[in-house]
């Protein structure tokens, strides 16, 4: 098959509120997930980045989590503004966002 | 963060009966995702392999499907017995299973 280039994973779990867990889908990630499909249409990148929406990434307390591969780049705490950097930086120009990385800690 | 050596999304999207496109999910796909979860607790692979279920993965038509990154690699049509050939062969030792492989295809 024609490969995506790169595939970004947008968790979009939900628990219902009031779960210690928490999840990314009570922090807007759906609404991340329709912004970055905008985003990827706008600047052309459609065609060679695919977008997806998952259960949970198993990092639950760092949400909203995104992860980029192949290159295996996860991103924690991911807002709108720093979607706009991601796509430009890591899915436009292949560099991912330093300062987003998900912090050192194990998966749930 | 401790990154999963690999990454294996399972496509559990549903679509109502009839729906021409079809889905993995009607083709049994969330037996598929609680076989893997089991088999790599079984192996001892657990702690180096993450799965995670996904919706729409853009292959309705080749379902289930089945991707491991950051392999990038992608699988059609995966049924229980295949599931174990890619656990044994490519989860454990690395090795893609050819025959298995997505065919060339455009992403929907």
Request: glycine letters at 8%; one cysteine or more; a positive charge.
């Amino acid at each position: 098959m024609p490969k995506p280039e790169r595939q970004v994973l947008v968790c979009v779990n939900s628990r219902p509120p009031g779960n210690p867990k928490g999840s990314c889908g009570e922090k807007a990630s759906q609404a991340l997930f329709d912004q970055l499909k905008g985003l990827l249409k706008e600047r052309g990148l459609d065609g060679r980045v695919m977008v997806n929406r998952t259960y949970c990434l198993k990092h639950c307390s760092r949400g909203p989590v995104v992860a980029v591969q192949p290159d295996n780049v996860w991103y924690a705490g991911v807002t709108p503004a720093d979607l706009v950097e991601i796509c430009t930086m890591h899915l436009a120009e292949g560099r991912p966002v330093a300062r987003l990385l998900m912090p050192d800690i194990p998966w749930e």
